[in-house]
Nanobody
Framework: EVQLVESGGGSVQAGGSLRLSCTAS????????MGWYRQAPGKEREGVAG???????RYGDSVKGRFTVSKDNAKSNLYLTMNSLKPEDTGMYYC???????????????????WGQGTQVTVSS
């Protein structure tokens, strides 16, 4: 059974930092395409960052220079380090896994096969 379990969310003040983790199981993590998405109340799901199976990394425009995505294949973990957080970063953050084998699809949510349950991030001003 495939599982993606996010953790590390919480409430922080603007300018603060958080590190999200996604622990994967039930599939071959190394070589899979992995992404972080978020959704705020009343807004559409937004691609935040991702790493393709061949190691290419992409960031959404709103998080470039503040967020860093990384993965530890030995632990089957995906991470999102978030610095200089802003109130507009508030939302539920989801981890996703797919096998589309191209960085071009990182921000195409329909290309992902599996999603986690999410972890809440709240940034106050």
């Amino acid at each position: 059974e495939v599982q993606l379990v996010e953790s590390g969310g919480g409430s922080v003040q603007a300018g603060g930092s958080l590190r999200l983790s996604c622990t994967a199981s039930g599939f071959t993590f190394d070589g899979s395409d992995m992404g972080w998405y978020r959704q705020a109340p009343g807004k559409e799901r937004e691609g935040v960052a991702g790493i393709s199976g061949d190691g290419n990394i992409r960031y959404g425009d709103s998080v470039k220079g503040r967020f860093t995505v990384s993965k530890d294949n030995a632990k089957s973990n995906l991470y999102l380090t978030m610095n200089s957080l802003k109130p507009e970063d508030t939302g539920m953050y989801y981890c996703a896994a797919g096998a589309f084998a191209s960085a071009a699809w990182i921000f195409s949510p329909w290309r992902y096969d599996y999603w986690g349950q999410g972890t809440q991030v709240t940034v106050s001003s």
